[in-house]
């Protein structure tokens, strides 16, 4: 563990190394990104390998799951993607028009490497030095990336520098945040705490508590929902912001279809053996335990309640949405709603912290389900299978990637 002076150290040797980074063109750093990001995207280079291999034992994640996820997400996040994210966001003119800050601070969380990956990336796009410290949960991605750009390009790979220190350690954390620009990715409460410690003039932007859901059109086709649903919840076991929490069925006669509930029982079984669940806490498998025992009891006073459980899986049939709090962990609540206007008025509690809604629908009446989520201004609207793997250019929070990180001026001469 690192205390002040040793970060202090660690932004003089970033200052250092930004004296060669000062003489290099955003094109030539652009350019090494890109090549780390379509190493990633193979699933049989290096380091996407090192991830596979890594993550699990120190996330808790299965193996098999871990290589579903990785391979699903960064089969778009290529180099080319990152040219066509620059050149959509900065424009063709990004080195004369947007400017990134000299030093960002990166604050990572979470167990899922995806956003770990972008945090990293992103302000090294922008010409900035990079201080990162690792979140709790997965002390594996950022490691791999900064050996993987060392490897590439040390002297870019120089301007990557990570830091460990306690989280109770105030000086240490103050002296991380002393950058002009500052990402971090955590609970509210830790960005209102990190919001709170940094200067007025600091760029903040920060990433807070969000969830996702889906929706299953009347129209749409009971197998291929089921399975679309069923891979959105088990990867990441369910705790990444794109994990759907609970699922809205449009139903005219208020009834799941029987033959969708089939479905959705064999899809959660299956999947549940080839991606299997990993490691739980033992207060989240209390929370689980505690949430499928009041299910049961509400199935045994109500028919149109339904409970379905397999090995590391969970599904609750019921009218009602969810008040409570989501216990994750592949935990699906499933509600029929007759019409739009209920679909609306049932999501519309989640609509300040939606991430993203997971949509399977007919053709014929897609159109209508898009135009209602809409109102709701979730971040994504993605086809159901897909929650998992937003494209890299995805409006996180609604925000851009590149835009919080950069100063823009405009030239009026």
Not at 167 to 187: I, K, N, P
Not at 286 to 300: C, P, T, V, Y
């Amino acid at each position: 563990m690192l205390h002040a002076p040793e970060i202090e150290a660690a932004w003089a040797r970033l200052r250092e190394a930004g004296r060669a980074l000062a003489a290099r063109s955003q094109e030539d750093n652009l350019e090494v990104l890109a090549r780390l990001l379509d190493e990633l995207a193979l699933p049989g280079s290096e380091t996407h390998q090192r991830l596979a291999a890594d993550l699990p034992e120190a996330t808790g994640f299965h193996p098999a799951t871990v290589r579903a996820g990785l391979e699903l997400a960064l089969a778009g996040w290529t180099g080319e993607a990152l040219h066509t994210l620059v050149q959509t966001e900065l424009g063709p003119d990004a080195s004369r028009r947007a400017r990134g800050f000299d030093t960002t601070a990166v604050l990572l969380g979470g167990a899922l490497p995806m956003p770990t990956i972008l945090s990293l990336v992103a302000p090294l796009v922008v010409g900035s030095l990079v201080l990162a410290r690792s979140g709790r949960h997965d002390s594996v991605t950022a490691r791999c990336i900064a050996d993987a750009l060392n490897r590439l390009d040390p002297e870019l790979g120089a301007c990557l520098s990570l830091s460990r220190f306690a989280r109770d350690e105030r000086e240490a954390l103050d002296a991380f945040l002393r950058a002009e620009c500052v990402v971090a990715t955590g609970s509210d409460e830790t960005l209102a705490e990190i919001a709170g410690r940094i200067d007025p003039g600091t760029r903040f932007v920060g990433y807070g508590h969000r969830l996702s859901v889906a929706v299953i059109g009347a129209e749409a086709d009971p197998a291929e929902a089921a399975d679309a649903l069923a891979l959105d919840v088990a990867l990441w076991d369910q705790l990444g912001c794109l994990s759907p929490i609970a699922a809205w069925v449009l139903t005219p006669n208020g009834k799941i279809p029987d033959a969708l509930e089939a479905e959705l029982v064999r899809a959660f079984g299956e999947l549940g053996k080839r991606l299997p669940r990993g490691v739980i806490s033992p207060e989240a498998g209390a929370a689980l335990a505690q949430e499928r025992d009041g299910a049961e009891l509400r199935a045994a006073s109500n028919e149109r309640v339904r409970l379905h459980a397999g090995e590391g899986w969970t599904l609750v049939i019921e009218p009602s949405s969810p008040t409570g709090p989501a216990p994750l962990h592949r935990f699906l609540r499933v509600h029929p709603v007759p019409d739009l206007a209920a679909l609306h008025s049932n999501l519309a509690p989640f609509a300040p912290r939606l991430a993203a809604v997971g949509l399977a629908a007919g053709a014929e009446e897609r159109a209508r389900l898009v135009a209602a989520l809409r109102t709701l201004a979730p971040s994504r609207i993605a086809p159901l299978g897909r929650m998992q793997a937003p494209p890299l250019s995805w409006h996180h929070d609604g925000q851009g990637v590149l835009w919080p990180l950069v100063r823009f001026t405009d030239v009026e001469l």
